[in-house]
């Protein structure tokens, strides 16, 4: 139950910053989105592709590591989010970056929702591995461990912060590569803090959110790369 009340918290906090942002900086829709018809098929291509990400790669990493049930996985979530995106883009003919309209509000529904990830404990399966550090947690088994979700609610806040700030000085900049800055410091933190987490190793020692996030990493620094010669 505490951890949906915190799903909800961090839907509702995550759209209130997107509002805000939008309205702060007169946004109406995506960069790129020409109508509201496509705005509407565009933010169902999305929903769709985060949907099925979170789930797959939740549940995936569940089975992984030999248990049962059904997960979600924001990582997973961005992912197909983003197959979804480009997808859409490269039919509907859209060649430049449309994602900075949804940062401000997803950042915010990882900040809120890795605090909810944490209160939950050890049945959510996001814990850390065992730590001697004094700000280790324990969680009820007797173990201290990295409270990775906390590291991550707190890069990703910070990020929050640099980008608020930044954004009315350089709103160009941040319209065609935002996005892009966005994924390569989320996927980048969730590299790291993924070798301080108990799942079982799929390929050279990496879980399979490190795969992902390696993914996102390469597709980040491709498109960055494509922006600045595309300026």
């Known amino acids: 139950m505490l951890h949906f009340l915190f799903d909800l918290l961090a839907l509702v906090s995550g759209v209130l910053v997107s509002l805000w942002f939008r309205r702060q900086y007169v946004l109406s829709r995506p960069a ?31 089975h992984l590591a030999g248990q049962g049930g059904v997960a979600k996985s924001m990582l997973g979530g961005v992912f197909g989010a983003i197959v979804a995106a480009e997808t859409f883009k490269y039919f509907a003919g859209i060649r430049q970056s449309t994602g900075l309209y949804f940062v401000p509000g997803l950042i915010m529904l990882i900040v809120v929702g890795r605090v909810g990830c944490f209160l939950a404990g050890l049945p959510d399966f996001t814990y850390g591995t065992e730590t001697s550090l004094p700000w280790g947690v324990d969680f009820g088994d007797g173990v201290q461990r990295h409270p990775v979700q906390l590291y991550e609610s707190l890069t990703m806040l910070a990020f929050l912060v640099v980008l608020l700030l930044r954004y009315p000085r350089n709103p160009v900049f941040w319209q065609a590569q935002g996005f892009y800055v966005f994924v390569l410091v989320y996927a980048g933190q969730r590299f790291a803090w993924e070798f301080l987490k108990p799942y079982p190793p799929l390929l050279a020692g990496l879980n399979l959110f490190h795969l992902l996030s390696l993914a996102l ?15």
Request: proline share 0%.
């Open 217 to 231: 990493l390469a597709y980040a620094l491709l498109m960055l790369n494509r922006s600045r010669n595309h300026g």
């Open 32 to 62: 790129g989105i020409s109508d509201s018809s496509q705005h509407h098929y565009y933010l169902l291509a999305l929903l769709l592709g985060l949907a099925a990400g979170s789930t797959l790669f939740g549940t995936l990493n569940l």
